[in-house]
């Protein structure tokens, strides 16, 4: 009986690890979005920069996309890259929920915009519970831009942030980038 809730904890641990490193790499790319490059860095920008700088501006623009358009490049990533580990012979469960989740980061990005009256019970209860990040959580990134980068949970960005990682990141890539596009 010991040995069983053992082994439930034990595969409960993996599986919020694996949320949470989906959502600090989920946060990873949103800073460098954020960060480096411009609307004519060939190939970042418009894919990326151009999109995040009118997110950026106009942040409810983001819930008037179509849900495909919205989520296509993160699946497609997820999905490419799982098929590789599965190729490899590499595919986990732990790997599987890590991919899941984020492919999932842009929806729950989208899903911190979209106005609490229009959301799914479920998720309105996900983040309740403080297990899908919530507009409040999130706004604090739209309010200063510089910090609150991960946008699946609430927890990453509690680290991140309080350590002061993102600069400390910023101070160590500068000679290989250049400064942030934004001084912080």
Known sequence: MLQT????????????TMILLADFTGGLFHWAEDTY?????????????????VHHTQPNVM???????????????????????????????????FALAAGLNQQSHRFAHVPTVRLPWIIK??????????????????RGGTSHYCSLTPYANLVLDGSGFWR??????????????VAH
């Open 125 to 142: 209860t996900l983040q309740r519970w403080h297990i899908l990040q919530d507009a409040r959580h999130h706004w604090n990134h739209h």
């Open 168 to 181: 400390g990141l910023e101070r160590v890539l500068v000679p290989v980038l250049g400064q942030p596009r």
């Open 37 to 53: 490059g411009s609307e004519d860095t060939p190939i970042w920008g418009p894919l990326f920069v151009r999109p995040n700088m």
């Open 63 to 97: 819930i008037t996309i179509p849900w495909l358009k919205n989520n296509a490049i993160l699946f497609i990533v997820a999905g490419l890259i799982s098929l590789v580990v599965w190729w490899q012979g590499a595919m986990t469960w732990q790997f599987a929920v």
């Open 5 to 16: 809730m053992v082994d439930v904890i034990w595969i409960a641990v993996q599986f919020a």
